[in-house]
């Protein structure tokens, strides 16, 4: 149904006259302490971008720049549009000009679309899932062992929606925009780390005591809303417009690892755990 209405919609040569009255863009307010102080990486978590033997490709979503019609159209519409597919779709739009065109009158069906996002809440788990245990029996010894992080096996951790709803793949690009943002870390909902991957850092390991070494993926737990709804394309004469019907919304949530990214904890035993 999208893709035919895109066809339609592009193929679709009208005589009107464009509008030039766009709104000035939000001032972009600063950050509080409390906001920093919720995304700052505590020191039991590292970054292993230059030593993860697997290249993890960037899920980063650049943001969409709407053309000149476009934003004529999202200005116009009632329900705010950011879902960048159907931007993308609104900026492949061509129409014509023509002063002697007011007599005409169009309205195009688009599809049901997932329109926007609004976040609800945005929550770092550092500990999100296990990946590896280091491990060093020392109650032998006469010193302390030490041991460092070295990753057994190569390991893939996935993010997702906690539900399924329409536009799945629509309503995730979303999301990640919105948790990015938000965090200001590195996020996808893929992240793979490789095999013989390490850090220097050192952990010792007591006379008489077992050692493990524990490693989690950290991610993101991003919570909000979506809505949908029906997008029709108006046209009357030198007027243009998009107007949304059948509105709905619904809460969904998100698991998004952070590339890159790898929390440690110690545990320096007396008994096997």
């Known amino acids: 149904m999208k893709k035919s209405a895109f066809i339609l919609l592009s193929a679709l040569m009208l005589f009107l006259v464009p509008s030039e009255n766009f709104a000035a863009p939000p001032v972009k307010q600063p950050e509080s302490k409390d906001v920093q102080a919720k995304y700052k990486i505590p020191d039991s978590v590292l970054s292993i971008n230059k030593e993860n033997t697997y290249p993890n490709v960037s899920q980063d ?53 997932a329109l926007n996002y609004e976040s609800m809440e945005t929550s770092p788990n550092w500990e999100y899932q296990k990946i590896n245990t280091n491990f060093y029996d020392n109650r032998g010894g006469n010193g302390n062992f030490q041991i460092h992080y070295v990753q057994e096996t190569q390991k893939v951790v996935k993010g997702g929606l906690t539900a399924k709803i329409p536009s799945s793949g629509d309503v995730q690009k979303m999301m990640l925009m919105s948790a990015s943002a938000n965090s200001k870390l590195p996020l996808a909902f893929e992240t793979v780390v490789g095999a013989g991957t390490k850090k220097d850092r050192v952990y010792n390991i007591p006379p008489k005591r077992l050692g493990y070494l524990y490693t989690y993926a950290p991610a993101i737990n991003e919570k909000g809303k979506v809505t949908y709804g029906e997008v029709y ?25 952070i590339q890159d990214h790898a929390s440690f904890e110690f545990n320096a035993a007396v008994r096997p755990s």
Do not use: C
């Open 61 to 113: 979503i650049p943001t969409l720049e709407p053309s000149d019609l476009s934003k004529q159209l999202l200005n116009s519409s009632n329900v705010k549009i950011e879902n960048p597919e159907l931007i993308h779709m609104l900026n492949e739009t061509n129409i014509g000009t023509n002063p002697v065109a007011f007599w005409y009158r169009a309205t195009v069906y688009l599809g049901k679309w």
């Open 233 to 257: 394309l108006v046209l009357k004469g030198s007027k243009r417009e998009i107007i949304v019907k059948n509105v709905t919304s619904q809460g969904i949530g998100a698991w998004i690892p």
